[in-house]
């Protein structure tokens, strides 16, 4: 059984910075390769950014690009999403997500935490 439990979400201004972070318990975690993603009301979700298992590739939405981290600590089974110039669009409720480096698919997912930016 495989569980994902975020936190970190919150209100913050314009211009502020967040960090999000998501425990991973029931398999190894360094097998997974692991991902945020958000949805924002009314709208499809949308990919955030990725990270593998030994940290050596990561990945970003081009709406993330340049202002948003991705890393991971394997010896505390935690993945971070560190949020930076955040923006109004950037409203949503943030995931994460888990998959095994030879799957496509994300098999598992958070409960998720929302982000809110005001203006």
């Known amino acids: 059984q495989v569980q994902l439990v975020e936190s970190g979400g919150g209100l913050v201004q314009a211009g502020d910075s967040l960090r999000l972070a998501c425990v991973v318990s029931?398999?190894?975690?360094?097998?997974?390769?692991m991902g945020w993603f958000r949805r924002a009301s009314g709208k499809d979700r949308e990919f955030v950014a990725a990270i593998n298992g030994n940290s050596d590739r990561t990945y970003f939405g081009d709406s993330v690009k340049g202002r948003f981290t991705i890393s991971r600590d394997n010896a505390k089974n935690t993945v971070y999403l560190q949020m930076n110039r955040l923006k109004p669009e950037d409203t949503a409720v943030y995931y994460c997500?888990?998959?095994?480096?030879?799957?496509?698919?994300?098999?598992?997912w958070g409960q998720g935490t929302q982000v809110t930016v005001s203006s």
């Open positions: 029931g398999r190894t975690f360094s097998r997974f390769t």
């Open positions: 997500a888990a998959r095994l480096e030879s799957d496509y698919a994300y098999d598992y």
